[in-house]
T-cell receptor, first 110, second 113 residues
Framework: EDKVVQSPLSLVVHEGDTVTLNCSYEVTNFRSLLWYKQEKKAPTFLFMLTSSGIEKKSGRLSSILDKKELSSILNITATQTGDSAIYLCAGRVDNNDMRFGAGTRLTVKP | KAGVTQTPRYLIKTRGQQVTLSCSPISGHRSVSWYQQTPGQGLQFLFEYFSETQRNKGNFPGRFSGRQFSNSRSEMNVSTLELGDSALYLC????????????FGPGTRLTVT
């Protein structure tokens, strides 16, 4: 059965800290891995990763995929209180189905 | 450009009733996907529509159905509601079914009593 596992489930840090969120996946016919940030209601898209070893960056956020290890990490440097959210990763398979992980709840304290 | 809109935002129904939720994608987007989000199960894929055709379906019973209109607006219907159907229902749109960048709507919070 396809599954996506995220760790840790929750994380509390202070402003300025660097965090690393983990996502491992076991999905058949893997196509891509996506990261989302969910603050109040709707998730917002962060990254889509298809190729192993290529880092994607957007400001203080970056992510990389390791297809050999079936995993991905999301890094956030110099965290701010506005980074507090649930971070979701999802594996997308050939039929465009998406399997989401349970999410990591990040709390950044001032 | 307006974002994805969903109506209604909140809904309370009783067991056995049916419900229809609506989603209007971003202008020009032709793919609409529906998701169910619950505290216990997280975010789960329901189905995806593209050009008025259901392209993919998640692992949900037949009580969950949907359709897409020629203007790309989509509706989701749940019949014979059960308490476990209480959830946040999110729809997301993208330009085409092959693009992974999806934009989510605010969701419809359904409560079944």
């Amino acid at each position: 059965e396809d599954k996506v596992v995220q760790s840790p489930l929750s994380l509390v840090v202070h402003e300025g800290d660097t965090v690393t969120l983990n996502c491992s996946y076991e999905v058949t016919n893997f196509r891509s891995l996506l990261w989302y940030k969910q603050e109040k209601k709707a998730p917002t898209f962060l990254f889509m990763l298809t190729s192993s070893g290529i880092e994607k960056k957007s400001g203080r956020l970056s992510s990389i995929l390791d297809k050999k290890e079936l995993s991905s990490i999301l890094n956030i440097t110099a965290t701010q209180t506005g980074d507090s959210a649930i971070y979701l990763c999802a594996g997308r398979v050939d039929n465009n189905d998406m399997r989401f992980g349970a999410g990591t709840r990040l709390t950044v304290k001032p | 450009k307006a974002g994805v809109t969903q109506t209604p935002r909140y809904l309370i129904k009783t067991r056995g009733q049916q419900v229809t939720l609506s989603c209007s994608p971003i202008s020009g987007h032709r793919s609409v996907s529906w998701y169910q989000q619950t505290p216990g199960q997280g975010l789960q894929f329901l189905f995806e529509y593209f050009s008025e055709t259901q392209r993919n379906k998640g692992n949900f019973p037949g009580r969950f159905s949907g359709r897409q209109f020629s203007n790309s607006r989509s509706e989701m219907n749940v019949s014979t509601l059960e308490l476990g159907d209480s959830a946040l229902y999110l729809c997301a749109s993208s330009l085409s079914q092959n693009l992974n960048e999806q934009y989510f709507g605010p969701g419809t919070r359904l409560t079944v009593t």
